[in-house]
C-alpha cells in the first residue's frame, strides 16, 4: 500500500526545449464598396485562433494577434494609425514578430501573396470619406531623399510561396490550382494604388526608418468570400497556411533584404522597380 501523503499521479518527464513563440499581428480593412458591404478581409481576420500550435511540420508555436476592428478604408486614417499599430508605439507584449495584412481585390478569384508597394500614386482612386493622397502629401511623409519609391517585404517570397502551397497540400511549388484542386495562390509584384498599396508602403517604410533591412511585413490579398460559407472556410485555410509558413520561413532563413548595401555603417537601398497595379483593391 502507498504511505499517507504518497501521490498516486504519475511523475511527469521533463518538459522539451522548443522553438520560442512567435507572435503575428494580423490587420483587415472594411466596407469601401456600395456592392461588397462585407469585406473579406475583416472576416478573414476577426475569426484567427489566437495560438496555432507547434506541430512536427510547424515546429514553433504562434500567437496570432488581431487588431481589434477593422481598418478605415481612408488615407489619413492609415497615416495615423500605422506607426500606432507597429512597435515600438504598440505596446503589444512580446511586440510581434511578424506584420500580416489582409486586403480585399474584389475582382480577382485567387489569393496572391504581395511582393512590395509603391510610395506614389495614391492620388487617383478616392478612399470612403471621398479624400486622395496626391504625391505631394506623399513627398512629405516619405522624402524620396530618405525613402526608396518602391518596398519589397524583406522575407524571401519565393521560399514563403513554396511553404504556403506545401501547407496548402500542393505536390510542388510548380503546382496549379487547376489540377491540384488546392486553394488558388500566387505572389504578386505590387498591391496596387489604393488603400491596400499604401498600408503596405506605409508598414514597409516604418520598419525602413528604424532598421532598412528587415521589414517583416507581409501582405495578402483574397478574392469576395461572401457567397458562401465554403468560400470564407477556404479564405481562412489560406490565412493560417500562409502565417505558418511566414513563421516558418523567418525562422529558417530570416527576414532581412538582400538588396541592402552597407557602406560604412550607412544602408543604401538599390530602387527595384516592380509592375504598376491600377486595379481597385483595398
Known amino acids: 500500500m502507498r504511505a499517507i501523503g504518497e501521490s498516486y499521479a504519475a511523475r511527469q518527464p521533463p518538459g522539451e526545449e522548443g522553438e520560442k513563440p512567435v507572435t503575428v499581428l494580423v490587420t483587415g480593412f472594411g466596407p469601401f ?9 475583416w472576416e478573414i481576420a476577426s475569426t484567427l485562433p ?19 476592428e477593422a481598418i478605415r478604408v481612408a488615407y489619413n486614417n492609415v497615416a495615423e494609425l500605422v506607426p500606432k499599430l507597429l512597435p515600438p508605439a504598440n505596446l503589444l507584449r512580446p511586440e510581434p514578430d511578424v506584420i500580416l495584412h489582409i486586403g480585399l481585390a474584389a475582382g480577382r478569384k485567387f489569393f496572391t501573396l504581395e511582393q512590395g508597394a509603391h510610395g506614389r500614386g495614391y492620388g487617383f482612386i478616392p478612399d470612403v470619406d471621398g479624400e486622395r493622397f496626391p ?25 514563403v510561396l513554396a511553404r504556403w502551397k506545401a501547407n496548402l497540400g500542393y505536390s510542388s511549388v510548380e503546382g496549379t490550382a487547376e489540377y491540384e484542386d488546392t486553394p488558388d495562390v500566387r505572389l504578386s509584384p505590387d498591391a496596387g494604388n489604393f488603400l491596400c498599396g499604401f498600408t503596405y508602403y506605409n508598414s514597409l517604410a516604418h520598419y525602413y526608418s ?25 479564405g481562412w485555410d489560406v490565412a493560417v497556411a500562409l502565417i505558418k509558413a511566414l513563421v516558418e520561413s523567418k525562422r529558417k532563413n530570416g527576414a532581412v533584404d538582400p538588396t541592402i548595401v552597407h557602406d560604412q555603417g550607412r544602408n543604401e537601398a538599390r530602387d527595384v522597380q516592380v509592375d504598376d497595379t491600377t486595379t481597385q483593391l483595398g
Not at 33 to 41: E, K, M
Not at 227 to 234: C, I, V
Open 33 to 41: 464598396l456600395l456592392r461588397l458591404p462585407r469585406n473579406s478581409s
Open 50 to 68: 489566437a495560438l496555432i500550435p507547434s506541430s512536427p511540420t510547424n515546429p514553433t508555436p504562434i500567437h496570432i494577434h488581431v487588431h481589434h
Open 135 to 159: 504625391d505631394t502629401a506623399a513627398e512629405k511623409r516619405f522624402p524620396a531623399s530618405k525613402y526608396p519609391t518602391v518596398l519589397k517585404t524583406s522575407f524571401d517570397t519565393s521560399d
Open 210 to 234: 528604424i532598421k532598412e533591412d528587415e521589414r517583416p511585413v507581409a501582405f495578402m490579398h483574397c478574392p469576395d468570400l461572401t457567397q458562401s460559407e465554403d468560400d470564407q472556410r477556404e
